[in-house]
């Protein structure tokens, strides 16, 4: 197995309160075939002086003005060499130390071009605020609001180059037109990997505001109607319905 060589990228961006302990659960993962990948968008906070205590631990780092959390995360998987990437965004960090190592096996086990889980999403005081769990993938998922969490999402590097990287086109939702594009317009086989593999602090861009959250529905819409989705409309509806069960 660990002849599978992973890559993981992280974008920052002014993170200093949280990018120490997404390294540090990074670094304390049980797979040795790790390329990490750091992206930072050129911070004027502390983050780089934390990002340096663990230099070591980083293959790559790069630090320079970007066009945004998708043109950075573009970045890492150009500059990735393993055979499978998959990210994980600076305030968030691994479930348990285990995580790679399962979606290592996962790859290796069921031949899949993409493997992704589940995720809990914590408050300030690491409290269990939604527990996000899918299941399987399939050719009508889509259709009725179905959506993986996307910092468990890894996949086969080649994908990127045959059918597309991170669209800046698509605002905050650029994370689910991509996904959308693999799994639903390509039918890039998938696995659901059972398991908490993120814990993600609570309060994302698309869900600061009424106003941005609206931006994300539209971005959301442009997205189903690019990539086949049949009804977009009513998936539009039952994307944030599926959320309402993540609550118990």
Same mark, same amino acid.
């Given at each position: 197995?660990?002849?599978?060589?992973?890559?993981?990228?992280?974008?920052? %961006?002014?993170?200093?309160?949280?990018?120490?302990?997404?390294?540090?659960?990074?670094?304390?993962?049980? %797979?040795?075939?790790?390329?990490?990948?750091?992206?930072?968008?050129?911070?004027?906070?502390?983050?780089?002086?934390?990002?340096?205590? %663990?230099?070591?631990?980083?293959?790559?780092?790069?630090?320079?003005?970007?066009?945004?959390?998708?043109?950075?995360?573009?970045?890492?998987?150009?500059?990735?060499?393993?055979?499978?990437?998959?990210?994980?965004?600076?305030?968030?960090?691994?479930?348990?130390?285990?995580?790679?190592?399962?979606?290592?096996?996962?790859?290796?086990?069921?031949?899949?071009?993409?493997?992704?889980?589940?995720?809990?999403?914590?408050?300030?005081?690491?409290?269990?605020?939604?527990?996000?769990?899918?299941?399987?993938?399939?050719?009508?998922?889509?259709?009725?609001? /179905?959506?993986?969490?996307?910092?468990?999402? %890894?996949?086969?590097?080649?994908?990127?180059?045959?059918?597309?990287?991170?669209?800046?086109?698509?605002?905050?939702?650029?994370?689910?037109?991509?996904?959308?594009?693999?799994?639903?317009?390509?039918?890039?086989?998938?696995?659901?990997?059972?398991?908490?593999?993120?814990?993600?602090?609570?309060?994302?861009?698309?869900?600061?505001?009424?106003?941005?959250?609206?931006?994300?529905?539209?971005?959301?819409?442009?997205?189903?109607?690019?990539?086949?989705?049949?009804?977009?409309?009513?998936?539009?509806?039952?994307?944030?319905?599926?959320?309402?069960?993540? /609550?118990?």
């Amino acid at each position: 197995m660990y002849g599978l060589k992973l890559s993981l990228v992280t974008v920052v %961006y002014n993170a200093q309160d949280s990018i120490g302990e997404c390294i540090e659960s990074v670094i304390s993962q049980n %797979y040795p075939d790790l390329e990490y990948i750091i992206v930072d968008g050129g911070s004027t906070d502390n983050t780089l002086n934390v990002i340096n205590r %663990y230099r070591s631990n980083i293959n790559i780092l790069v630090s320079e003005p970007d066009l945004g959390i998708y043109d950075a995360m573009n970045k890492g998987i150009r500059l990735a060499t393993g055979q499978f990437v998959g990210m994980l965004n600076a305030d968030d960090q691994f479930a348990d130390t285990d995580v790679l190592k399962s979606v290592a096996a996962a790859f290796e086990q069921h031949n899949t071009g993409v493997i992704y889980g589940d995720m809990d999403i914590i408050g300030q005081r690491q409290q269990i605020i939604r527990k996000w769990r899918t299941g399987p993938c399939n050719d009508n998922s889509f259709n009725f609001g /179905f959506m993986p969490p996307h910092p468990t999402f %890894y996949c086969k590097r080649e994908l990127f180059e045959r059918l597309g990287f991170y669209s800046l086109d698509y605002g905050s939702a650029a994370d689910f037109e991509l996904m959308l594009r693999f799994l639903h317009l390509n039918k890039v086989n998938s696995h659901h990997l059972k398991k908490v593999m993120v814990k993600m602090r609570t309060g994302g861009v698309s869900s600061k505001s009424f106003k941005n959250r609206i931006k994300a529905w539209q971005f959301d819409l442009k997205a189903m109607r690019k990539n086949g989705v049949t009804f977009p409309l009513m998936a539009i509806i039952l994307k944030p319905v599926q959320k309402i069960f993540q /609550f118990f």
